[in-house]
């Protein structure tokens, strides 16, 4: 299977962005080489970002680990076995928290927390919006770059608004330290999904002026 997509023109680049989609299920089978994760990691680590201290303000900790992926299913929902069961969304038992663990790759995205009281005394009113902004420049660096290399993802971030006790548990099992917080899950891998891609009425959403 082939690990990207050859482009002749920057329309034909563009119009393949516009084909990407979040997915949530993928051929456990079907490995993507650590050379490509790392150059989809690399690309996102080259997002632009506004910080204070001038240092990018995500990092990236990446396994194909089967026993490191159960571990971290198991921290984000202790209810879950961890193990993988390859329920689609339309299948029963399917669990939006921890459909991550059946892809081959996981991804968890940890973000430096804005501390105000640092900040130049300018960037003190910003700073929470600048960083907010920065962290999700980094993820759609990543998701547009696994599309080009022809891979497919998607992103759970619900467990950060769950009991703190839950990222607490994942940033241990991480090693986790402050000001860094886990920030969102991203599975890596080819996608299972079959289907039509919805169309969007994209007229309706930009304008020029």
Known sequence: MADSTDFATTSEILEHLKTRRLRRAYLRDEKPPRLTIRQILNAAASAPFQSHDDLPPWRFIATDDASMIASIARAVDPSDSGEPDYATPDSIGYNPKT???????????????????????????????????????????????????????????????????????????????????????????????????????????????
Do not use: Q
């Not at 430096?112 to 960037?123: G, V």
């Not at 992103?155 to 703190?164: L, N």
């Not at 920030?183 to 930009?206: D, F, L, Q, S």
């Open 99 to 209: 459909y991550f663990k059946n892809a081959p790759w996981v991804v968890v995205m940890l973000v430096k927390m804005p501390d105000a009281e640092t900040a130049p005394e300018e960037s003190r009113e910003t700073i929470a919006y600048d960083m907010v902004v920065s962290y999700g420049a980094a993820l759609g660096m990543l998701m547009a770059a696994a599309h080009i290399a022809g891979l497919a993802c998607g992103w759970v971030g619900s467990f950060t608004a769950s009991p703190s006790c839950r990222v607490d548990s994942l940033e241990k099992l991480l090693g986790v330290k402050v000001p860094w917080r886990a920030y969102c899950i991203i599975p890596i891998g080819y996608t299972a999904e079959k289907g039509k891609i919805r169309e969007r009425n994209y007229e309706e959403m930009v304008e020029f002026r």
